[in-house]
């Protein structure tokens, strides 16, 4: 049991360059979500899923990008990167809990990148 | 809207002291929730508190949650070096349409020194 894994770990792209986070989780959760943590101000909202197919919008949406095909998968896409971007970015996923429900998140080991 | 305050932000302490971590949240809610992040590591789930005065303990460290007061403490006991690290809280957003998302505070950095 993996539990919740990212590719990849360390990225640096040039300014105006895409790329795709990978999220992959092997406990069959229903939500996933991506944030971004940078110093002092903890982690921030980017989008999240409540489930296969669907999307939304967090705290920060704007420059990314989504997609939830699989249940097991949540994608982030960063079309034309930007300096503002560089961040540590950490995907977290939770369940569905029956009567009095609760979100407790677990947490991927997080991508370091660097837009130059 | 809902924001969510830790203090201190930065703590340095001595092995052996006990300290508290504060976290205040600004609208009603009955969730929340503290994380332990090492450096360069992943966030770790620590405690899970769901109603008024909830505690939950775990070695040297305990919390608590005062949903009237809007605060919840996560108290540390006779420091240890290992517990030096950067402390969470998180606070479910709440309402229809919050989907479970978290409003997470700016964290505490705890330095344990020998």
């Known amino acids: 049991n993996a539990g919740v894994t990212q590719t990849p770990k360390f990225r640096v792209l040039k300014t105006g360059q895409s790329m795709t986070l990978l999220c992959a989780q092997d406990?069959?959760?229903?939500?996933m979500y991506w944030y971004r943590q940078d110093p002092g101000m903890g982690l921030r909202l980017i989008h999240y899923?409540?489930?296969?197919?669907?999307?939304a919008k967090g705290e920060v949406p704007d420059g990314y990008n989504v997609s939830r095909l699989k249940k097991q998968n949540f994608l982030l896409g960063l079309e034309s990167a930007a300096p503002s971007q560089t961040s540590v970015y950490f995907c977290?996923?939770?369940?569905?809990?029956?009567?009095?429900?609760?979100?407790?998140?677990?947490f991927g080991p997080g991508t370091r990148l660097t837009v130059l | 809207e809902l924001k969510v305050e830790q203090n201190p932000l930065f703590l340095s302490m001595q092995e052996g002291k006990n300290y508290t971590i504060y976290c205040n949240y600004s609208?009603?809610?009955?969730?929340l929730y503290w994380y332990r992040q090492d450096p360069g590591k992943s966030l770790e789930s620590l405690f899970v508190?769901?109603?008024n005065g909830a505690v939950k303990q775990e070695g040297r460290l305990m919390a608590s949650l005062d949903t009237k007061a809007r605060l919840s403490t996560l108290h540390i006991t006779a420091a240890v070096h290992d517990l030096s690290a950067t402390y969470f809280c998180?606070?479910?957003?709440?309402?229809?349409?919050?989907?479970?998302?978290?409003?997470w505070g700016a964290g505490t950095k705890l330095i344990i020194k020998p």
């Open positions: 998180a606070v479910d957003k709440g309402g229809v349409d919050s989907n479970y998302q978290l409003i």
């Open positions: 609208t009603t809610s009955d969730r």
């Open positions: 508190l769901l109603s």
């Open positions: 977290a996923s939770s369940y569905e809990r029956g009567g009095f429900s609760y979100n407790e998140q677990f």
């Open positions: 406990m069959n959760h229903e939500y």
């Open positions: 899923s409540v489930g296969e197919g669907t999307t």
